[in-house]
């Protein structure tokens, strides 16, 4: 009898052993953006300070584009998102047969949760697949169109394999649950307060309910991306003389690290702080804007107070700036406290990530590759691996130490980023056959993406503004 009680419980148990996992994607939130990163002396992020000194921090996180939708398409499926056809946002929605994180953990007994910011659903510039799916819509204005409610829900976290789900960007949010922790009848909920505060009392709500059961959390504030918020009360901590969007910017982003504050303690309460593996990072690099400091009720797609200091570029652009993002982890007892890693990373490693510490088989078609080896021992070195980029009119990768970047199809460059120079030096002429290997890895990789090849279009206005004040490079052509 008691054998059989214990075959009869085996799955249960089984699950009871396995870590929890959170996965928490800030966004637009640039390189320097956190105290501990050391690059800006205004930032205030006590609790991810502390969250960097108990675990590992990443000083070369990588994110798969300078841009939102595509960024996440890329995290929660562990693939390329141009694989799937999905270069930029107007590409989305997430096609529903793209196997999610959730969906590869669901069968090992886990409770998945998704709150916040999704941007997987099709939208208004997502003309394509309106013209494919909804043909009998008519355009609304130059390049948008009315995507119907029922459509967008159609593409929400609960198709996608998440069983709990509190998902919005601001005071609306789409819910199967309370923050009470009770189950309601999914649907649209109204929420007054300060979004990101809304965003944490969802995450720390689902926690409680999986206490006892392994779980996957995808928490995804959506800051510091403007609308930028005077954030109470931590805007109290930052003096008024200070440019208002960075003020702005800056109590958001503290609003961000209180949220995680409360999530750690609620982990240490419940008992099982040591049992969750937490990844901290962002979607995409600060979008710089030339700094200016307008009014933050205007300019909504402005400076979102973010800096991405020492890198070069922002938000758009396939240069450090755009892409390389901070990126923390902690697992206490398993990630040494205080460590501190050179070695690429990728969103693209957290679902392989997360498959290894389920215990379950990794799959072949993913694109990145578990970070537990460097987890377990962040001083060894790792095998050296490619990462590769593709966005509008550019496309990168970087192997080791070489980074590859070409834009326009017309103008190349390469950088050492092990040199202090880094993005700031050119040095195709100097190693014309690292160029060469290079560029042919890179047209290589994107012969298999769809479409395949390297951008075939001429540089947008944007692409040569900045190219122009970035790199001093005048780009020939504009595309739309």
Known sequence: ??????????????????????????????????????QEKDVRTPN??????????????????????????????????QRMGIDSIPDIPLPLEEVTIAEMLRPAGYATGMVGKWHLEPNAVCLKWAAKHRPNLKPTGKRRINIPQSDRIAHFPAKQGFSDHFTGEMNQFYANYEL????????????PGFRIDLQTEGALAFIRRHRSAPFFLYLCYYAPHTPLELAKPYVNEFPEDMPVRRRAGLSMIRGVDHGVGRIMELLKELGIDDDTLVIFTSDNGAPIKNRKDTPITTDAGGWDGSLNTPWVGEKGMLSEGGIRVPFLVRWPGKVPAGSVSDTPVSTLDIAPTALEVAGLDAR??????????????????????TLHWRFWNQIACRRGKWKYLSVNAEKEFLFDMESDAHETRDLSETHPEVLKSLRNESNAWAAELKPPGPPPGRANPQEKRWYQEYFNVELEGTSP
Request: aromatic share 6%.
């Open 364 to 385: 072949d078609n993913l694109d990145g590759r578990s970070l537990m080896p460097m987890l377990e021992k962040p001083a060894e070195a790792q095998p050296e691996r």
């Open 48 to 81: 991810l300070d502390r969250f960097a000194a108990e675990g590992l921090r990443c000083t070369a996180g990588y994110v798969t584009a300078p841009q939102c939708s595509p960024s996440r398409a890329g995290l929660i499926t562990g693939r390329y998102q």
């Open 1 to 38: 009898m008691r054998l059989l009680l214990l075959m009869a419980l085996a799955p249960f148990l089984a699950a009871a052993e396995k870590p929890n996992l959170i996965v928490i994607f800030t966004d637009d939130l640039g390189y320097a953006d956190l105290g501990c990163q050391g």
């Open 180 to 191: 009470t922790g009770q189950d309601r009848k999914p649907g649209f909920i109204q929420k």
